[in-house]
């Protein structure tokens, strides 16, 4: 999310909305009638990310897009190129950004001025001490890598992420968090933001369907360590990595190098 809205902000600066057109009623979040009549004609004056969400400022309501699992902006597109399109933001300056989402998951939200601003996610985590605070805010008998994945705790962490951060910090995914030792969680709090500005810095990660509004991959795929690797060596030791899944999602890790 942090690489698409980089490549956003400079895209949509300063332009100015003319409508939200839904071409899937779910994918907008409220009345188009109502969401247009208080967002057409406002400009942008920021894109700006929070967690998972895309966020685009306008000036006193905010505009939010959350991709889900399959979910891709397009800004300016060929018609012809672009199936299983949700969604068209149109501007006045006659330019257009579409959602493409195959799964129907993605959703755009308004938010009008005087509403609390996703009120519910916890802080960012791409600064240690901020990522140090919630781990010792942590009570849950929860696994440490379902509680990196709870919204509410850190906003932002993807199954992707957690994965790889947990094997850097040599912590395995089933530790309850409310276990974590003092060198784990100082561990943790540091892989956390690595990974995620290393990922951030090599455009995202792409194994399916991502690409950024320029239609161009992410290339982080190539550094993953654990992520996708099933039962091939781990690049430390040596020894098959094993998928096992915790809190219903896919988890990679090495048994020796994040023993129970």
């Known amino acids: 999310m942090e690489t698409i809205v980089r490549r956003l902000r400079p895209l949509l600066s300063n332009l100015r909305l003319r409508r939200i057109e839904p071409l899937w009623p779910r994918t907008l979040i409220g009345d188009p009638e109502q969401v247009n009549a208080v967002a057409s004609g406002r400009r942008i004056h920021d894109v700006f990310r929070r967690g998972k969400y895309i966020c685009i400022d306008l000036d ?4 939010t897009v959350h991709l889900r699992m399959s ?3 397009v800004f300016d597109p060929r018609p012809e190129s672009q199936p299983h399109i949700r969604a068209r933001i149109h501007f006045m300056e006659s330019r257009c950004l579409v959602l ?3 799964r129907k998951f993605a959703r755009i939200r308004m938010w009008r001025a005087q509403e609390a601003f996703l009120p519910r ?3 960012e985590p791409l600064r240690p001490e901020t990522v140090r605070r919630a781990l010792d805010g942590l009570a849950t008998c929860r696994a440490v890598k379902t509680a990196l994945l709870d919204q509410h ?3 932002g962490i993807g199954n992707i992420y957690a994965d790889e951060a ?3 910090a040599r912590i395995h995914p089933r530790i309850p968090a409310r276990e974590l030792t003092i060198g784990q969680r100082s561990r943790l709090s540091a892989a956390v933001p ?3 500005n290393a990922a951030i810095r090599r455009k995202g990660t792409t194994l399916n369907d991502y690409r950024d509004p320029d239609q161009r991959p992410g290339t982080f795929q190539q550094e993953l360590k654990v992520y996708g690797r099933t039962g091939q060596p781990c690049f430390t030791c040596g020894t098959p ?3 096992i899944v915790v809190g219903q999602r896919g988890t990679h890790f090495c048994p020796k190098c994040q023993k129970a």
Do not use: E, K
């Open 60 to 63: 006193g309501p905010r505009i």
């Open 71 to 73: 979910g891709r902006l």
């Open 100 to 102: 493409v989402d195959p």
């Open 121 to 123: 996610l916890g802080p």
């Open 153 to 155: 705790v850190l906003a």
């Open 166 to 168: 947990l094997f850097r």
């Open 194 to 196: 690595q990974v995620l």
């Open 241 to 243: 990595l094993v998928r």
